[in-house]
């Protein structure tokens, strides 16, 4: 069976969802065998890969493919258990406020260090924010 979506053929079984949910959980070797499956069938050549922001070619970020898996998540004093039901690509390392300013223009992080730009990470970003990174 083939599929057409956006500009990929895939002419591959789509692979399994990732279970980080069992009483071992996985393992380094599991997460990035899932990771080249889920980049094979998206047509990606590799589950790494740089993103360039900008249209100088200055602004890079390094992303990873995070395949479609069950994990589990803290909410309050409770446990859930969440479900990614598509790949997503998120960046590799955190966002710091000088890769933020240089990128955004500005630093509105709230935990700014004193004496300029700082390699402390961002903090948080509100969402309509992080489209605009994006």
Do not use: C
Request: aromatic share 10%; net charge neutral.
């Amino acid at each position: 069976m083939e599929w057409v979506v956006g500009h990929s053929l895939f002419a591959q079984e789509r692979p399994p969802v990732l279970n980080y949910t069992g009483q071992i959980g996985a393992n380094t070797k599991t997460v990035v065998a899932a990771q080249r499956a889920w980049a094979k069938y998206l047509a990606e050549v590799s589950h790494e890969k740089v993103l360039t922001l900008d249209l100088a070619g200055k602004v890079n970020v390094s992303m990873v493919l995070i395949p479609p898996s069950n994990y589990y998540r803290v909410e309050g004093n409770k446990t859930v258990i969440v479900t990614l039901s598509q790949p997503l690509w998120v960046g590799k390392y955190e966002v710091t406020q000088l890769y933020y300013q240089e990128l955004m223009g500005d630093n509105p992080s709230h935990f700014k260090r004193e004496g300029g730009h700082s390699l402390m990470p961002y903090g948080i970003v509100e969402p309509s924010l992080g489209s605009e990174v994006l």
